[in-house]
């Protein structure tokens, strides 16, 4: 099956297969149950305050995040009289499971996928409505749902055709209600409403999803964010707040536990510096009332959502990492907790495909950056590793910096820069049979002064395992180039 392509039902069999509704269902329920990021003993230790001239912007993949993640600080703003804006990365239209269950019937048909986008976005003012905000504070962009992923990895500039949605058959914003109908679905055109969104509303806190969320539609717009925070400074200076949404087998207990804080997952609680707001009886239950409204969710998705409804909201990114020459660190972020050995409960087929990441360092080394990943078992003839980076300079279009993707097999391996092939002489690839080094010239780069990066292992279009993304921060002269801002 070829993913994307121009086939209506390959496109609808994939929407079931891979989409946000069934992924975790049909493909990931296996392997999932044997992960176990029980909730431990974990205290936060910082709490969330807001000072009085705050200004709240909250960044939702989907109609119904807002809520999920952010409803007890909506209301807490409000109370307070700061300025709120939320801003909906897309109208959520790629969930057809969850349509299937509100409509009864499936839906499949491009007009009628987009009218359930428009249900999603009712559903969005009238959850805003009860948080206590008007629905000219809410903005959609309208880009496409299950697709940002895509775009970020590959389809930027003119050169590169835009994205086209799974479902809808679009490939520009076609909702008249959006921010700006008719956009081309590309990465430069998320970051140009991004930036003017963020330097007309001069935001001071931006709650937005998390880099480790097991969504790529929370993991593209944390990245999209990042980079269109940096773009806007020094003219906003706005500290960044994710949430978590989507991680295997947490949140725990499933369902309603109005009584029980909400922890982070296991793996995250040490590297991450947690904030918690604490919740009101009544901003929790006006927080159920507004996920209520998400009616199309709430129906198909009910104990999950509830899980959420918590006295507390948490927030909390990962630190950046400071790169010197010739001193190695570790990165840590994985998806899930690592797993070095598979379960011998797994099936025996799918326990030889399985390829975790247990380790990752970085370091930069005669002017290259050099990835360190360690795997949990060699890899086979039909699984790969893919590793990013993604150079940012404060003096260049981030469009303009290469995006680069590393993709190794048990035999060979691809430089791409977006989904251009380049020489495999531009890197250097060291590779052991649990462990792969790829080094990458600073000026293959663009010599940034940052660097986003992640790295997954795939079976064919399937993600086996993956890491958070991170930042690394190159300390290190590095010329001006490229094309200035």
Known sequence: MVLGGSNKIQRWVAAFLIGPGMAGFLFWGNWFKHLTAIPGTFKSTQTLTFAKDDRIMILAPHPDDEAIGCAGVIQQAVALGLP?????????????????VYRKHPVLMPKAVLKMGEVRHTEALEAARVLGVDKSQLIFLGYPDFGALSIWYARWGEDRPPARSLMTDAREVPYPDAYRPGA????????KDLRAIIKDFRPTKIFVSHPGDHNPDHR????????????SRPAVNAEIYPYLIHYAKWPLPRGRHFDKDLIPPKAFQEEIAW????????????????????????????????????????FGDFPV????????????????EAVPEIPESFMDDERSKIVGMIERTAEIKEHKLLITVRLSRPLGKTVGVAVSVFGYREDVLFEKMPKIR????????????????????????????????VAIPLELMGYPQKILTSAQTYLGNFPLDWTSWRILEVVEPAPLVGVKK
């Open 184 to 191: 081309p679905y590309r990465g430069e055109e998320i970051l």
């Open 406 to 437: 590393v993709h190794l097999g048990a035999l060979h391996y691809r430089v791409l820069d977006q989904n251009r092939v380049l020489p495999d002489k531009n890197i250097e690839v060291l590779h052991g049979a649990k462990e792969i080094r």
């Open 321 to 336: 990492v400071a790169l010197t020459q010739n001193d190695a660190r570790q990165i840590p972020g994985f998806s899930r």
């Open 275 to 314: 904030r918690s707001l604490t919740l009101s009886d009544g901003q929790v239950e006006k927080k159920l009332a507004a996920l209520k409204n998400h009616q199309s969710q709430y129906r198909s998705s009910k104990s999950y959502l509830l899980t959420f409804v918590r006295p507390n909201e948490l």
């Open 84 to 100: 709120v804006k939320i801003v909906f990365l897309t109208y959520g239209d790629n969930n057809q499971w969850a349509f299937m």
């Open 220 to 231: 593209a717009l944390y990245l999209f964010a990042r980079v269109a925070v940096w773009d």
